[in-house]
């Protein structure tokens, strides 16, 4: 069965006859290679802050950043507390952006102040900006959506995806409709397969210190975007591998791990242990924030003969605590040893990711994660699905080399629904999905 899900998306990406296949880029190009800048500071009494500056080939772009960056921190300073709760744990204020590019040369920026103390997240905001790289113009969502039916495309979007959030608390109408309003003024960012919004959770659901992310894939918008949008959505000459890490939260690594793939301007998927999720729940918050993707990996870290008859309690359990956090429950799942037929047979109508390329944190602690992120970047093909732990130690120190080689070698690090989507392949449930047309683990397990 895997095999033959592996060669029919092979032959689903074949170009159609006569079509020609775009080059793809052999190094990202220059204008498209981005770095951050990291600073931590302790202000005592167990207190810090962690802040990133994105720094892109445009000293106007960087200055507007940084600018924006710096007023998310002024404003989240005002919630830190003036001693850690938990003093082991600390109280943390983050700041910092995740970079989204697509096309040509157009780049966005989520930008997010959050606040954690007590293990808990108690303070979030958010802002964002769009910009050509070439010629510094920022990219205004009216330069995106091209007609009235466009909006209104997106304006459902909004009203479906928003009202869904927290599950069992209504969202207001009347607020509901406020969001809906004025969108050409909404915070936005453009992946490679969606349209993007954001907005805090705060505005529809009371006391609730998370954000709200709508996804608008770019095929729902066929024939409403501009010609420039047309253009610059279309991402057929990036490589493309989606990062996932199994087995977390954890106080030790997840949170590195984080910090590192968002300055290495990389996305990804962690798929969670739901037992877990009391270890580190402000961190959950802070990965949905950031617009990473959070997927299944059980309530329990069992095999099939200790999941039999509870598949469908497991994936209950797990979004009820999951939902509690940021709003959302899962729509992916990894099974734990990448044995999925127990989920397929008791129904759990998740899409079950597999992998294509291992990390050598499957084996345990990695002693040289320097070797290891050169290991992955040389083996890593077009479409593969990297599995990884946010569990070991070495991991958080790999991850933060890791995307500037891909980005080297002309790779994008996106989430596994991205990665999918871009290359028009739904996802469905009770379907086990490896990478997009690479060979099976089965065949690549060296």
Known sequence: MRKFLSLLLALLMLPLPGALAAEKYE????????????????LGNNVSIDRAWPVTVNESVNAELRAAIDQLETQGRAFLPARATRDKEGALLDVGATVYRTGESWASFLMTASVQDDRKQIYTAVDTRAYDLLTGKAITLSDVIADEAGWQIVADAVRAQASAYFPGEPADEARLDALTQDLASAPFTLTVAYLQLHFRADRLYDGKQTLMHVRVPYTALAGHLTSEALR???????????LTFDDGPTRS???????????GCAEATFFIVGER????????????????????????????YQVKGKVIAYRDQLNEKLTAVTGRGVSIMRAPGG???VYINEDVYL??????????????????PESEARRLASKALDGDVILCHDLRSGTADYTQTLPQLLAARGFLCVTVEELFAVNGIELAPNTVYFGVGSDSYEQRKD
Do not use: C
């Open 253 to 263: 690594v997840t949170l590195r791990v984080m910090r590192n793939l968002r300055r």
């Open 27 to 42: 190094t990202l190009p220059e204008h498209m290679q981005m770095t951050q800048s990291f600073e931590h500071e302790r």
């Open 339 to 341: 044995d999925e037929k």
């Open 277 to 304: 999720i009391p270890y580190g729940p402000e961190y959950l918050a802070m990965q949905h924030d950031a617009g990473f993707i959070t997927g299944s990996h059980n309530y329990v870290h069992d095999y099939p």
């Open 351 to 368: 899409p079950l990711i597999h992998w294509t390329l291992v990390s050598a944190d499957a084996g345990g602690n990695v002693k040289n």
């Open 232 to 242: 610059q959505t279309d991402n057929s000459r990036y490589k493309m591998v989606a």
